[in-house]
Structure formats: C-alpha cells, structure tokens
C-alpha cells in the first residue's frame, strides 16, 4: 500500500470520528471551519446524503455548508429540490480540515465510494 493511500485511510477515519453536528435552525449560525475540508451530510437517521470538499470557497467548509442550505449547490437542487432549508435541525454534517488539494479530492472519492457509492456517476440516483 502506497504512503498517499495509507494517509487517505487515516483522514477518512478521522472524518468518520468527527462529531456529528445538526444543521442550524433558522436563525441561528453554521458552526464549521472557514478553513479548507471535506465534509459528510447525513439525515437523522444516519443516512449519507452527501460527501463533499472545498473546492474554491474562500470561506472554506463554513461556506460551502452554508451553500447548501442556500440552494446554490447541485446537491440541493438535486436532491433537495432546491430548498436548503429541509437541511435545518433535521440534518447533521460532520467535516475535517485538509490543506491540501490532492488530499482533499482523493478523501472525497473515496469516502463517497465507501459511503455513497451511488453517486459514483453511474447516471442513476
């Protein structure tokens, strides 16, 4: 096993230990880091909805969460029918700060083909 591989393993554990956290009510603040990461959305029964990373927000996991509760991600429109707010006190998110872009796109993939492997691109759900 490659040294990248073996580090992927370990922030993939670290996110999977992360502390879930529910999404605010309105009104109230998003709780995450304005630094760079990848995240996991779950319903309240634990089911993921979603893995995603920081790509370009310079607000970092912070924005891109809040992104979603916005309606300005595909995930929302998607599978939320563009309303975010179904998201709030309902849904939780877990994330972890990763610095480094490769790190952050080789986590995402494989924490979505551990625990959404649906949404690979197969063109079906």
């Not at 309902?90 to 990763?98: A, L, N, P, S, T």
């Amino acid at each position: 096993m490659s040294k990248e591989l073996r580090k992927i393993k370990e922030l993939y554990k670290s996110l999977l230990k992360e502390r879930d956290q529910f999404f605010p009510k309105s009104g109230e603040k998003l709780n995450a880091s304005t630094k760079q990461g990848v995240y996991i959305i779950s319903n309240g029964n634990g089911t993921i909805l979603h893995v995603g990373k920081t790509a370009r927000a310079k607000g970092g996991i912070k924005q891109r969460l809040n992104n979603h509760l916005h309606a300005q991600s595909s995930f929302t429109i998607k599978y939320l029918g563009g309303d975010g707010s179904k998201l709030r006190g309902k849904c939780k998110y877990k994330y972890i700060e990763v610095a480094n872009p490769r790190l952050r796109a080789l986590l995402e993939a494989y924490a979505i083909s551990n625990l959404c492997p649906k949404h690979l691109g197969l063109g079906t759900e």
